[in-house]
C-alpha cells in the first residue's frame, strides 16, 4: 500500500488543521493506520492510531482531547483532526500503515510509510 500524507501547514496557537492520509495501492479497510510525528532533532512520537474499522482509536496523553483520528474507507483515507494547536506540536507529520486488526502504537510495527507533511505553530 502507498500512503499520501497531507493536509499540514503554519497556523497560530490555538488553531486546526485537519490531516489526511489517503492510501493507494491494497485493500486499505484490512489496515491499522496510525499517525507520528518528529520535530527536530526529536525522536518520533505516536500521537494517534486507528483499528482497520475504525471503532478502536488510541492516543498518549500529550494529545489525548485535542487530536482525533478517523477513517473513511470509502476513500481510502485516514483523518487526523488537530485542534488547539500549540507551538510543541509544530512537526513533521507521518502516517503509517499495517495489514492487522489491531490497534498498533509503536512505531516498528508499521510497515508502510507516507512521505510526511509538516505542520507549523506559532506563537
Known amino acids: 500500500v502507498q500512503l499520501q500524507a497531507s493536509g499540514g501547514g503554519l497556523v497560530q496557537a490555538g488553531g486546526s488543521l485537519r490531516l489526511s492520509c489517503a492510501a493507494s495501492?491494497?485493500?486499505?479497510?484490512?489496515?491499522?493506520v496510525g499517525w507520528f510525528r518528529q520535530a527536530p532533532g526529536k525522536e518520533r512520537e505516536f500521537v494517534a492510531a486507528?483499528?482497520?474499522?475504525?471503532?478502536?482509536?488510541y492516543y498518549p496523553d500529550s494529545v489525548k482531547g485535542r487530536f482525533t483520528i478517523s477513517r473513511d474507507n470509502a476513500k481510502n483515507t485516514v483523518y487526523l483532526q488537530v485542534n488547539n494547536l500549540k507551538p510543541e506540536d509544530t512537526a513533521v507529520y507521518y502516517c503509517?500503515?499495517?495489514?492487522?486488526?489491531?490497534?498498533?502504537?509503536?512505531?516498528?510495527?508499521?510497515?508502510?510509510w507516507g512521505q510526511g507533511t509538516l505542520v507549523t505553530v506559532s506563537s
Open positions: 495501492g491494497s485493500t486499505f479497510s484490512a489496515y491499522a
Open positions: 503509517a500503515a499495517r495489514r492487522t486488526q489491531r490497534v498498533l502504537k509503536i512505531s516498528y510495527h508499521y510497515d508502510y
Open positions: 486507528i483499528n482497520w474499522s475504525g471503532d478502536s482509536t
